[in-house]
Structure formats: structure tokens, C-alpha cells
């Protein structure tokens, strides 16, 4: 596996090798040693898998606060969509600054998000899958979101807000600003 520092270096973009043939190929996706030799010592505890049936479809910006905040490595199963990090981290240099990468079944490859980033995606095919492993499990009173279109973060999302389905819960999350973020630089080192 490759892992490669993004522009926000706690975001890990991983290049899995695809050993393929005339019957398909063989990817390993999670290797506990070769993620630790990377500096990368998350134990991931749960496994999730969605599917989002149009092109468009926004889940995020998510994130769970403590004392369950999550680690994700998320990955495509099917289709294509465009996964989006954001440091939410009070004091961090880079607070409020993104990173985005197109993740497919193509591609294979992956992106490692660390507790204290807010998490989404826009999908780019219908019926897209995302897999996605998490360091800790679900738990609704600590999960929180930013909006996925804060004009202050800036992202630049592929498809135009017109073209876009949210959830009603998405759709009126707070921007950034507006609410008090439950991490900070200092925790995360």
C-alpha cells in the first residue's frame, strides 16, 4: 500500500495494490501492520456500507464528538464519489481548510479520516457504495454536522447546488461559525 500526506497531513489518501488477471483482481484493503509502519495505530471497531441510488447525493459534513469520536478509512465499493475532509479543530493551522478526493471502484483507492474532521460526500454515479470502517461505534447523542455547502469552507463540489439531494438533517445543519466545534489541535496530538 501507498499512503500519501494530503495538504492537510493528518489526511491520508492510501493507494491499495490490485493484483488483477482474466478473472477479475485481488485487493487488499486493510493490513494492521502495514497501516502501523505508516504511523497509523487506529483500531477500527465497527464496518459500515451505504449505498446512494442517484448522482448527487450529499451525505455530510458529519463527525461523532468525544468521548466517541471516530477514525474513518473510507473507501468505494461500487460507482464513484467525491469524499471531502474538514478540520474542525479549534487552534489547528489548518481549521476549516478541506480536502477533497474522487474515490471509486476504478481507482481502489481510499482516504483516512481522523477524529476531529467533519465527513462527506457527493456521489458521481448512481447507485454508488461506500464502505467505510470507524474507530469507534455509532452513537446519535454525539454526532454533530456541518453544512456541506459552508460558503466560508469554500469546497468545490463537482456538481452544481441545483443537481444536489440532501436529507432534511443535512440540509439544515449550521456552518462552521456558528456552533462551537467539540475538538481542539491540542487533543489531537
Not at 109 to 116: E, F, K, W, Y
Request: glycine fraction near 8%; charged fraction near 30%; hydrophobic fraction near 35%.
Amino acid at each position: 500500500m501507498e499512503f500519501i500526506t494530503l495538504s492537510i497531513p493528518e489526511v491520508k489518501l492510501i493507494k491499495p495494490r490490485r493484483f488483477g488477471d482474466h478473472r477479475g483482481f485481488f485487493e487488499e484493503t486493510y493490513n494492521r501492520d502495514q497501516f502501523s509502519s505508516a504511523g497509523i495505530k487506529t483500531v477500527f471497531v465497527q464496518d459500515n456500507h451505504s449505498v446512494s441510488s442517484e448522482i448527487g447525493t450529499v451525505r455530510g459534513l458529519h463527525f461523532q464528538a468525544p468521548p466517541k469520536a471516530q477514525d474513518k478509512l473510507v473507501r468505494c465499493g461500487r460507482g464513484k464519489f467525491f469524499d471531502v475532509v474538514v478540520d474542525i479543530r479549534k487552534g489547528s493551522p489548518t481549521f476549516g481548510r478541506w480536502v477533497g478526493e474522487e474515490l471509486s471502484f476504478e481507482n481502489g483507492r481510499m482516504l483516512l479520516v481522523p477524529a476531529g474532521f467533519a465527513h462527506g460526500f457527493m456521489t458521481l454515479e448512481p447507485d454508488t457504495e461506500i464502505v467505510y470502517k470507524c474507530s469507534d461505534t455509532y452513537a446519535p447523542k454525539t454526532e454533530g454536522a456541518v453544512h456541506w455547502n459552508d460558503p466560508e469552507i469554500g469546497i468545490e463540489w463537482p456538481l452544481k447546488s441545483t443537481e444536489i439531494k440532501l436529507s432534511e438533517k443535512d440540509a439544515a445543519a449550521l456552518r462552521l461559525s456558528e456552533q462551537e466545534s467539540p475538538f481542539t489541535f491540542e487533543d489531537s496530538k
